[in-house]
């Protein structure tokens, strides 16, 4: 058995931060919120195309309640395209964030790396040649 591809990642957070964790997922990178399961918590389901790939649930209590501890997760990365429509996006919706370009065996990347709502880093890349 070996991991096939990505499924989603999820975020849980107290619900007016939550809803500002929406509204960034969706006005500044673009993702729908969708159909999302009869669960008793609130939350969202975003979608990337008919991938549901960010859970959002509502949550009350702090993480140390309930025995988690943080975690080392860096980033949330995703592809994109159409390079400069994303920055003027991201302008327009008040996202402030790096840029830095590589170059990863002769391909160019443009990376865009900004904050969610709740602290967690987002990147965006880019390979040269896929702006429409």
Known sequence: MSVIG???FNIRAPRPLLDAVRDFYVDA???TVGARP?????GYWLY???????HL???TDAPDAVGLVPGYLDHVAFSC???????KKLIASGVDFNRRELN???VVITQLKMCDPTGNVVELNCRAGSDK
């Open 29 to 31: 990178l673009g993702l």
């Open 6 to 8: 990505f499924d989603h």
């Open 38 to 42: 009869a669960v008793r918590s609130h």
């Open 48 to 54: 990337l195309s008919e991938q549901p790939v960010v």
């Open 104 to 106: 990863h065996q002769g």
């Open 81 to 87: 395209d159409d390079l400069e429509g994303m920055i």
């Open 57 to 59: 649930m509502e949550w």
